[in-house]
């Protein structure tokens, strides 16, 4: 069974930093793209940024800048470095992978969700 496990959500001051972590496990037989997506309440999934297995990012315009994704290919996990946090950043921040697996071909995949509290 694969799965995408994200850790490292948590309540942080506006200015502060925090480092989410998606793992993915199973058997995997390749990954092509790794992301965070974030949610906030009453709004709509909305992409954060986005790194392919070559290197290549994307980042949504609101958190260029002050956030870094990074990716360990050998450990099948991604990062999502956050720092200078606003309130406006607060949201459940989702790890997204376009895999393909043994059992379902290619197919995008979904973490449960971690939570990201911005306080002011």
């Known amino acids: 069974q694969v799965q995408l496990v994200e850790s490292g959500g948590d309540l942080v001051q506006a200015g502060g930093s925090l480092r989410l972590s998606c793992a993915a496990s199973g058997t995997i037989l390749a990954i092509y793209a790794m992301g965070w997506y974030r949610q906030a309440p009453g709004k709509q999934r909305e992409l954060v940024a986005t790194?392919?297995?070559?290197?290549?990012?994307n980042y949504s315009h609101s958190v260029k800048g002050r956030f870094t994704i990074s990716r360990d290919n050998a450990k099948n996990t991604w990062y999502l470095q956050m720092n200078a946090l606003k309130p406006e950043d607060t949201a459940v921040y989702y790890c997204n992978a376009d895999m393909r697996t043994v059992l379902a071909g290619r197919y995008p995949y979904w973490g449960q969700g971690t939570q990201v509290t911005v306080s002011s």
């Open positions: 790194i392919t297995s070559g290197g290549n990012t």
